[in-house]
């Protein structure tokens, strides 16, 4: 057990529709990230927060976006959706004080019919 | 933008076999990791580099990070049937991607009893 945790498991939904994924990273971490992987893909790094704030950006469509909130739980959601955007979507934590590794948790995935 | 290169890409091994795998870049990395990913769940952290040079073992698993700063292997010795996943490496570069992990697309590796 990584220590982060993501609801829903799996979520299936139809095209043009809104959904909200969430993660409660773990203990004392400040930092989460977000990552899609498709089928057959490695993992694409979306956003990242560091204790509320907004540090990073990757190749996150304009149709995505997330928070963190003051408990540090992040939220990613996703609007529009599109057949193109079922993937598994994983929520990553570390502590952001020197060197350490992320930690993730086991994901959502997302089905749009 | 930066990628890594990840070999091979899968790998069919009798149980007993020792296994490597590599990645490579053409930039300069200050960290490595490796994590194992099965089906339906997270990665799973199993080994983090931070020094050039650096030669960490985990159990049957060893992995180092390049002199060059460029590369990183993972071996497993005397493979078993629950080593059975997707092997991804990450690194974080010393420029660029504004600090996050870059990952390698994994190696699939299928262990046969």
């Known amino acids: 057990d990584s220590g982060v945790t993501q609801t829903p498991k799996h979520l299936i939904t139809a095209t043009g529709q809104r959904v909200t994924l969430r993660c409660s990273p773990r203990s004392g971490d400040l930092s989460v990230y977000w990552y899609q992987q498709s089928l057959d893909q490695g993992l694409q790094f979306l956003i990242q927060?560091?204790?509320?704030?907004?540090?990073a950006k990757g190749n996150i469509l304009e149709r995505f976006s997330a928070q963190q909130f003051p408990d540090l739980h992040s939220e990613l959601n996703l609007s529009s959706l599109e057949l193109g955007d079922s993937a598994l979507y994983f929520c990553?934590?570390?502590?952001?004080?020197?060197?350490?590794?992320?930690?993730f948790g086991n994901g959502t995935r997302l089905t749009v019919t | 933008g930066q990628q890594l290169n990840q070999s091979p890409q899968s790998m069919f091994i009798q149980e007993g076999e020792d296994v490597s795998m590599n990645c490579t870049s053409s930039s300069i990395f200050n960290t490595w990791l490796w994590y194992k990913q099965e089906p339906g769940e997270g990665p799973v952290l199993l080994i983090a580099l931070y020094k050039a040079g650096e030669l960490t073992s985990n159990g049957r698993l060893t992995a180092q990070f390049g002199i060059t700063r460029k590369d990183s292997f993972l071996n497993i010795s005397a493979s078993i049937p629950s080593d059975v996943g997707i092997y991804f490496c990450a690194g974080r570069p010393m420029e660029g991607s504004q600090g996050n992990l870059i990952f390698g697309k994994g190696t699939k590796l299928s262990v046969k009893p």
């Open positions: 927060y560091y204790n509320g704030e907004e540090r």
């Open positions: 990553a934590s570390r502590s952001g004080q020197g060197p350490s590794p992320l930690h």
